[in-house]
């Protein structure tokens, strides 16, 4: 079965850090470029990070810039959101999501793990 | 960033009704444009890529349709599962972005 499955969600304190991680199984996990997805309580879908399959290319939200690392181990199928400076708008699930390319170079995120919590608050 | 405008916010209809949810963006995504469920509690599924391309195991009772920077989604028939919040995000342009939303509720 694909699938993806997150971990490391918690409560952190403004300013703290948290690691997320993101394990897939069933699937050539270093064939699929990998993106992280947040939903604040009560709103919709925001892009945060993408990473590609090798990992060479990362592409990150304006929002999370210089606080927010996404990194991938492939040897390990396992995608990472290393998340530094954290603010309290920065409570979300957080979602990491397996794109595919479709014929005509078109993509989709296809595979969505269940999403971990992050909860910032004193 | 593309603003992608996702309309109306809200659908009130009856099971057995079509649908049409529309998504405007700010400037042309060509056809980069997909779709997605969300149900309360539940991870996001894909349904349309490529503005009209439904995804693995989607019913054909989800058509997509549009290029640039007007889109829809049509549900030709409502089924009671069909209610949900969907979706458009756009991978023409980084950063992606995702329409706001728009919520098919039973009337």
């Known amino acids: 079965e694909v699938q993806l499955v997150e971990s490391g969600g918690g409560l952190a304190q403004p300013g703290g850090s948290l690691r997320l991680s993101c394990a897939g199984s069933?699937?050539?996990?270093?064939?699929?470029?990998l993106n992280w997805v947040r939903q604040a309580p009560g709103k919709g879908l925001e892009w945060v990070s993408h990473?590609?399959?090798?990992?060479?290319?990362?592409y990150n939200a304006d929002s999370v810039k210089g606080r927010f690392t996404i990194s991938r181990d492939n040897a390990k199928n396992s995608l990472y959101l290393q998340m530094n400076s954290l603010r309290d708008d920065d409570t979300a699930i957080y979602y990491c999501?397996?794109?595919?390319?479709?014929?005509?170079?078109?993509?989709?995120?296809?595979?969505w793990g269940q999403g971990t919590t992050v909860t910032v608050s004193s | 960033e593309i603003v992608l405008t996702q309309s109306p916010a809200t659908l009130s209809l009856s099971p057995g009704a079509g649908a049409t949810l529309s998504c405007r963006a700010s400037?042309?995504?060509?056809?980069?444009l997909a779709w997605y469920q969300q149900k309360p509690g539940q991870a996001p599924r894909l349904l349309i890529y490529?503005?009209?391309n439904r995804a693995t195991g989607i019913p054909a009772r989800f058509s997509g349709s549009g290029s640039g920077t007007e889109f829809i989604l049509t549900i030709s028939s409502l089924e009671p599962g069909d209610f949900a919040v969907y979706y458009c995000?756009?991978?023409?342009?980084?950063?992606?972005?995702f329409g706001g939303g728009t919520k098919v509720e039973i009337k």
């Open positions: 490529d503005a009209s």
């Open positions: 400037q042309s995504v060509g056809s980069h």
């Open positions: 069933g699937f050539t996990f270093s064939s699929h470029n």
């Open positions: 995000q756009q991978r023409s342009t980084w950063p992606l972005t």
């Open positions: 990473i590609s399959g090798s990992g060479a290319v990362i």
């Open positions: 999501a397996r794109e595919r390319r479709f014929t005509g170079g078109y993509y989709g995120m296809d595979v």
